[in-house]
Antibody, heavy 119, light 107 residues
């Protein structure tokens, strides 16, 4: 059974860079057929797709965030990470990592981590 | 971007009721729609993929239908565990997008 677990600082100051990590167990991130995604949800609002990194390391980002986002992977730790630069209060959200069967659906999700942007 | 419009935004229903939630897309996306259930404080859970396929372990009272631009999620007999928010999502093209959600509340 695949499990995903997000981790991060919880609080980031405006203009700084947000860094979150998703640790995957029960499967290898470098095995074929899957994309590894980040999705966020501002408090009381809907879901927004941020982007993914493929099993082969290629990436795809939401154009609305593309200039500020980097998603990377560490195969040795079976983790993938999100860096979001120049954060503002609008980036306050619960951040989820999720596994996607290529171009299909998000079958497995982490439990989510709340990231607050505040000075 | 493909826009996803869900209706209604919220509804009140009783245990045992049949519930239907609609999702309309801004362009033809064949069957590339998925449905998720989100209970407050929890991550979304996949219910239906590719418009009408039931995810393993999901009760059979959930069903999905539609193709092209109009899609429907149906709960045949609402149960206490089903009071939640439901989202549609398109996987036809990136950026992936979600509907705004439909909150199902107890009448």
């Amino acid at each position: 059974q695949v499990q995903l677990q997000e981790s991060g600082p919880g609080l980031v100051k405006p203009s700084e860079t947000l860094s979150l990590t998703c640790t995957v167990s029960g499967g290898y991130i470098s095995s074929g057929s899957y994309y590894w995604n980040w999705i966020r949800q501002p408090p009381g609002k809907g879901l927004e797709w941020i982007g993914y990194i493929s099993y082969d390391g290629s990436t795809n980002y939401n154009p609305s965030l593309k200039s500020r986002v980097i998603i990377s992977m560490d195969r040795s730790k079976n983790q993938f990470s999100l860096n979001l630069s120049s954060v503002t209060a609008a980036d306050t959200a619960v951040y989820y990592c999720a596994r996607e069967y290529i171009n299909s659906w998000f079958g497995y999700w982490g439990q989510g981590t709340l990231l607050t942007v505040s000075s | 971007d493909i826009q996803m419009t869900q209706s209604p935004s919220s509804l009140s229903a009783s245990v045992g009721d049949r519930v239907t939630i609609s999702c309309r897309t801004s362009q033809n996306i064949n069957i590339y729609v998925n449905w998720y259930q989100q209970i407050p404080g929890k991550a979304p859970k996949l219910l239906i993929y590719a418009a009408s396929s039931l995810q393993s372990g999901v009760p059979s009272r959930f069903s999905g239908s539609g193709s092209g631009t109009d899609f429907t999620l149906t709960i045949s007999s609402l149960q206490p565990d089903d009071f939640a928010t439901y989202y549609c999502q398109q996987s036809d093209s990136t950026p992936y997008t979600f509907g705004q959600g439909t909150k199902v509340e107890i009448k």
